[in-house]
Structures are given as structure tokens and as C-alpha cells.
């Protein structure tokens, strides 16, 4: 079976401009989460989307927005690019749904790399 | 909201030894606790994770171990090889019902020295 697929693997982007990274998950799976990662703060939660739904977000300012479509694939979106937003971003799949107390694991791409000049 | 820290940062160890990594987390509620390894290149990949109804997990040279009252749980990686050496990472969450959403620690960098 086919891992969770980001697109592109590296981006440089001049700040002000924005920019669009796509993620294509596990087969089956309709839990998309995105996460930013940077060496100073971790790996930080963005949102997730569950059947083309947010049903959680981070910290993050509304410059990050995401989408999911009806096959599950997930897009996310920086406005307004700033220095500080190079980062490593990751995507995870999950096959959790709405009627389980128990959540099957994230499963992680190996992320798209935004470089901001 | 929940907040997860590991110590140490970076760890050296022998090849053929024990490594441990200890993380706590603050939020009682937290039922959930991943650990992932991460390669240079990759993304974090899943190697084993535990549940608060339990408290110790193994899976081959990998074994979890869980403290509720002092929220803390702890990595433990025997018989470490060179493939070992990663950047690990701790989470915690208070799962079901649609929370996808992980707190991570910051990451120990291991590296493991034949």
C-alpha cells in the first residue's frame, strides 16, 4: 500500500507571496492532519480535516487555511509568506473516524520543505 | 492545552547498549502516548505507542513503559544498532471520537556509536 504522498518535496517562495502544498493520503484513510515543523518550536499542530471537514485547529494565524476533498486529499494554503514560516510541513493520514474511542495512528509523509527568502 | 517535554536532548550510546528517553506530559487527561523516529529526509514513522489502560508495551528491541501519577513514560531501546541512530519523538493526546490532534516533545537526537 502506498504511503501518504506530499507535493511538492521543496518549495522557495519570496515573502508576501503564497503558496499551496498538497498531500494525497493512505488509501482508505480520511483523517488528514498537517503539522509544522521548525528546529526552534517542534512539530506543531495545523488542523485536521475529517470527510472534507476541519474538525480541529492549532495556533496558528488564518493565513494557514487547508481543504479536503471528497477523495480525501487535502491541500493546505500560507498567505502573506513570512521568514518565518520555513519549515519542514507534514502531513498525516489516519483511519480514525467519528464512532471509535480509540484512534488508529497517524501516518506520516515525508513533507513538503518551504524555504521563505 | 497539553504540553510534552523529553529529556534528554541528545543521547550517545554504545552499540550493543540500552537507550532511554523519558518524556512528561501535563494534561491528566491524556490517554494516548506515541512514539515516532524520524531519519534525515523522512518524516516521523510510528514505532510503538501505549494506552494509560496499560502500563508497559514491547515490541522486539522496543519497549514503552507508562506512569500515570507522575506523567511521565519513557522509551527504552535495547541492543541498540547503528540503524537506531534517529531523532525520536514523544506525543501525547486525549484520543477518540475524532482527535487527531498530537502534542510532541521536541525530539532527543540518538546517537548510537558502533
Known amino acids: 500500500k502506498a504511503g501518504v504522498t506530499q507535493t511538492p518535496r521543496y518549495l522557495i517562495k519570496t515573502r508576501g507571496q503564497q503558496v499551496t502544498l498538497s498531500c494525497s493520503p493512505i488509501s482508505g484513510h480520511r483523517s488528514v492532519s498537517w503539522y509544522q515543523q521548525t528546529p526552534g518550536q517542534g512539530l506543531q499542530f495545523l488542523f485536521e480535516y475529517f470527510s472534507e471537514t476541519q474538525r480541529n485547529k492549532g495556533n496558528f494565524p488564518g493565513r494557514f487555511s487547508g481543504r479536503q476533498f471528497s477523495n480525501s486529499r487535502s491541500e493546505m494554503n500560507v498567505s502573506t509568506l513570512e521568514l518565518g514560516d520555513s519549515a519542514l510541513y507534514l502531513c498525516?493520514?489516519?483511519?480514525?473516524?467519528?464512532?471509535?474511542?480509540?484512534?488508529?495512528?497517524?501516518?506520516f509523509g515525508n513533507g513538503t520543505r518551504l524555504t521563505v527568502t | 492545552g497539553e504540553n510534552v517535554e523529553q529529556h534528554p536532548s541528545t543521547l550517545s550510546v554504545q552499540e550493543g547498549d540500552s537507550a532511554v528517553i523519558k518524556c512528561t506530559y501535563s494534561d491528566s487527561a491524556s490517554n494516548y502516548f506515541p512514539w515516532y523516529k524520524q531519519e534525515l529526509g523522512k518524516g516521523p514513522q510510528l514505532i510503538i505507542d501505549?494506552?494509560?489502560?496499560?502500563g508497559e508495551k514491547k515490541d522486539q528491541r522496543i519497549a514503552v513503559t507508562l506512569n500515570k501519577t507522575a506523567k511521565h513514560f519513557s522509551l527504552h531501546i535495547t541492543e541498540t544498532q547503528p540503524e537506531d541512530s534517529a531523532v525520536y519523538f514523544c506525543a501525547a493526546t486525549n484520543e477518540g471520537y475524532g482527535n487527531n490532534r498530537l502534542a510532541f516533545g521536541k525530539g532527543n537526537q540518538v546517537v548510537v556509536i558502533p
Open positions: 501505549i494506552r494509560s489502560n496499560v
Open positions: 498525516a493520514s489516519s483511519l480514525t473516524g467519528q464512532e471509535s474511542s480509540y484512534n488508529s495512528p497517524l501516518h
